[in-house]
């Protein structure tokens, strides 16, 4: 233990002794409607910020959770009551919106198709003998339901390609199974390899191939996931490789520098790493894809436009060459091409 306190001790000083990197204001995201609340935000695949709000009121519903007896809290699959909410979309000051009416999904993610339909996925799933959570949702622009399907339980990252295919990547219980899933009676979970592909339909159309033969590892927490174009990025538990997935081919990167990843913005064979575990928690690692080594090449801490700490809670997303970083509205950025980090 002591030992373990003089590390982080000298990491703590390390990281503060970092160069420090501003990122740049890009815009603010407001709700739908004066009176609502931000429930949560995304960022599409042409760089716009996708928010959901809903009313005060609905808010409670839309974070459900069951406590078990004397032990701990978990989040529900679906709302405890169906809620009015509105998906805005935000390009360069610009804001589209759709009302959507009942929406029963508790936790959810929102993503926007190329179509202009809207895409709702919640965190979790319980599997049933009568049936599995129907935890995805499609949207037409008008607010109608369009596809309701399961996409399996443990969701961290959801992400829409420009060519309308959906990535999911999974943490630790969708891969091994929880909420009914991967029992002696039950199916394996849907999110066993760790990073699935869906058609724009919702049907899994590619799956990662964890095998222990492959090079990189199989996945047991999808940490980190970007998708550019239609090209998917991601670094993930155990090892934390970065892995690229291009037409269906996974390439991969061997990563000692970064552990903890929670996000990646890459450009050419340069890949930038941010957060981390501890004190790493706002670090900016840049590294040089080397045959199938990741190699350093600066490290900084990221701060706000006015040099204040970048506060923990801070959502980061990477999509191609740019980190968005939304905090309580306020949306910021960071593009790989910038000088400063040339």
Same mark, same amino acid.
């Given at each position: 233990?002591?030992?373990? *306190?003089?590390?982080?001790?000298? *990491? ?15 815009? /603010?995201?407001?709700? +739908? ?37 004397? @032990?701990?809290?978990? &989040?529900?699959?679906?709302? %405890? ?12 000051? /610009?804001?589209? %919106?759709? *009302? ?16 202009? *339909? ?35 339980? +443990? ?25 009914? @899933?991967? +029992?002696?009676?039950? &199916?394996?979970?849907?999110?066993? &390899? ?15 191939? %964890?095998? /222990?033969?492959?090079? @990189? ?8 996931? #970007?998708?550019?174009? =239609? ?14 997935? $291009? ?14 990843v929670r996000a990646l913005a ?13 004190? #790493?928690?706002? /670090? ?5 894809? =080397? $045959?199938?080594?990741?190699?350093k090449v600066a490290e900084y801490?990221l701060v706000l436009p006015d ?36």
């Amino acid at each position: 233990m002591r030992d373990w *306190r003089k590390r982080e001790k000298k *990491r703590r000083a390390e990281v503060a002794a970092l160069p420090e990197m501003a990122v740049r204001r890009h815009g /603010v995201i407001t709700a +739908g409607d004066a009176d609502d609340v931000l429930v949560t935000t995304s960022v599409g695949p042409n760089g716009e910020a996708i928010a959901l709000s809903t009313s005060p009121e609905g808010v409670a519903a839309l974070t459900a959770t069951t406590t078990q007896p004397g @032990w701990a809290s978990f &989040p529900d699959p679906r709302a %405890s009551e169906a809620v009015t909410v509105r998906v805005t979309v935000h390009r360069e000051g /610009v804001a589209t %919106s759709v *009302r959507i009416s009942d929406l029963p999904l508790a936790h959810p993610t929102v993503q926007v198709l190329p179509d202009g *339909r809207v895409l709702v996925v919640a965190a979790r799933c319980r599997w049933r003998p009568g049936g599995p959570d129907r935890n995805a949702i499609i949207y037409d622009g008008d607010g109608r339901v369009v596809a309701e399907k399961t996409v399996g339980d +443990g969701i961290e990252h959801v992400r829409v390609s420009r060519s309308g295919h959906i990535w999911m990547g999974y943490f630790d219980e969708g891969v091994y199974g929880n909420y009914g @899933w991967g +029992g002696p009676e039950s &199916p394996p979970p849907l999110g066993a &390899p760790g990073l699935v592909r869906f058609s724009p339909d919702l049907e899994p159309d590619w799956r990662y191939p %964890s095998h /222990v033969d492959e090079p @990189w590892g199989a996945i047991s927490d999808c940490y980190a996931l #970007n998708v550019d174009g =239609d090209t998917a990025w991601a670094c993930y538990y155990t090892g934390f490789p970065v892995v690229r997935i $291009q037409a269906g081919t996974v390439t991969g990167w061997h990563n000692s520098i970064a552990r903890g990843v929670r996000a990646l913005a890459v450009a050419d064979q340069t890949i930038a790493m941010y957060g981390g575990y501890g004190p #790493n928690h706002d /670090v900016l690692v840049i590294a040089r894809c =080397d $045959q199938d080594q990741l190699h350093k090449v600066a490290e900084y801490r990221l701060v706000l436009p006015d040099g204040s700490p970048m506060p923990e809670a801070t959502q980061v997303t990477g999509r191609g060459p740019d980190l968005h970083l939304i905090d309580d509205g306020n949306w910021y950025r960071l593009d790989l091409d910038d000088q400063r980090l040339q």
